[in-house]
DNA sequence: ACATAATCGAGACGGTACGTCCCGTCTTGTG
DNA sequence: CACAAGACGGGACGTACCGTCTCGATTATGT
């Protein structure tokens, strides 16, 4: 009985604390500045979530995945093999759809502050990682199994070793200098794909 | 005239200074903390630098690069031929160097407080790019250039993407899960120096 | 709309600020000092007084005139003639009156400290004198006037200066020796009454 | 042996002191504004006095007594009658005296302030009594034990009290409304002495 | 219909952190 | 040594912000 709590509330909240998060970070995010932001009282947010570690725990768990790329699922037996170079394309195809949604939505600027924040509150960090970061190296290393079936990459491949080198630039793309820079998704493709050894 | 400035007083703070930056980030760090870190009056810190910006600044400034590992420089042609894989053992040496000193330095742990305010205060994640980063980069692609002229490595290599994916791991170590992990730098070289394809 | 202010604030800090200023003066009044002593946040003070200035001049505000002592209200006609020297027992009642009031509320203890500080700032000094100086000068001035209507006092008599010379060892007890000092009333009517000067 | 000490940084130490008295009180004076207004270094007012109580003390030792009144010396007796009111005279005279003392040099406002910190500081305000008070309250003093002695004035007369009632109007000369106020000694002088009561 | 009870926005409230300012102590170089 | 200039640590105060609380208004629900 009673008044019933309104859904739209607890969507609004969500929202403005992930935007809260993405321009603060953690600590400087502020149960109020939450409320400000989605034109809430302050006491409609706590009656939801009594700390803001509870909140911002419940944000970043409907931090949306990457979706999964279509040309990637389907098929994988290549038995007709219409496409000459099916891993290279996919690799393709997957980092670029990466770097989109790492642009696009805002779970591409609340990683470098829960990265930041990882040594004080190291729980968060491991929750967008299994949310955000385990599903996208997914991504790419289910593209690199599938190439090892196909006999296109070498069998003896460390599939986390090259999920490693291949999304460092899209993870990280403020490590270069910001003259260089966009649009190398070919140019690291094709670096980890010959390798940088003279060819034997 | 009058007494001097003692000059003890500037290291003191100056390391403060980083400490703070590493613990809290820019936005997080304030004059009276560092004034407390370095056993100092809050008036002492204001008559050198009048604002936050300002500190940071020179604090990052005096942030030391990664020193030049000494197997780099010396020789390089390798006319005897005495080592025979002279560019992948630059190669590891460079990388293990770097993370030591990231490890070890506050460096490492000032970066990603910088990156996460990257948007806020660009100025500040910009001199510490060029005054720990780009020095830590041209350290791998020293070891690259060498690799080139010595025939090592492809003729047609572009450097800058080879040092981003080499670099990847070791900066942001915290990518990977943790159970994962250390001491991958054979794994990422040996990935990136024979390529992931398939031998033609 | 909005949590309605709790009006016992008011009075709390009304009632702190009124202590604080006889303790310490106007320049040594803090608000924090007021707001310590009323047991209130420092915000609770700002939200209704924005500055000392205001804060102070509502507080002086206050502060209670003596009040009309009884005797001197009332008859004035001297009918019945059956008090002999009403005059003199009204000047008595009405000067010990003040002294009470004076050693008993903070006006006593406020007056001097805003004497002090009259040159910086006369609209204080001003306020207390028209809320509590001049109401006490007025209980003096209208049994003198009474006295003169009744025909016991000069016809010529200049009511300001004989308030001066009446009031001045009440207002200012410090003036004399403090070994001599107290509960010299009956004296000080007297001298003015019968004049210092030899009878004619 | 060494550098003698100048006396002339003792004058104009105690001058600034007298001056920060009157500007800012006991509590307000600080040995910094003491010695920035005597043209001096700070450590040439702590040479000569450890703390401000000491300084204040000196400082207050100096202020001269108001001079005596060259009416009031001379004759006394008035054998051959010559001045026909001796006595309203020489109280004109020492009051107007006793004004112009007060408003030309800084005892006049030094005064208020140690009134009002009397409490705090009770040794600063008796000092003050004695080197200030007392002389001046004797100059009224011995004029009224002359005017006894000469038959002009009652020979029950408390001179203490005559004292009181004349020196008020003088001592606290803001007491009356401004807009009153100046030039008041005549009609003080004359109602003391005439009495305010209808002459029997 | 209508009383009930919980929700909701607005804002008061106490507490805390921080930059500014000021003071007394000290440490220089100069006379 | 005296003297000024000024560095230094400490502390007080006003400002701003946050989490908790209290209010009146609103709104479904159950009788």
Redesign the interface.
Known sequence: VGRPRDRRRDDAIIAATLRALAD??F??LSMESVASRAGVGKATVYRRWSTKEALVTDAIATLAAVERTVSTTGDGDGVDGVDPEPVRECLLATLAALREHNERTLAG?IM??L?????SHPDL?ESY?NRV??PARDRIADV?RQGIAS????AD??V???T??????I??P????PT?GVG?ID??VD??????????
């Open positions: 603060s970070g600590t400087g600027r470098p502050r990265l930041a924040e990882r040594e960090f990682r970061i385990a690199l006999g296109e990459l070498r491949l460390d986390e070793l090259a490693d080198v291949l999304i460092g630039p993870a990280y403020d490590h270069r200098s260089d190398c140019g690291v670096t980890v794909l010959r390798g940088i050894g003279q060819a034997p």
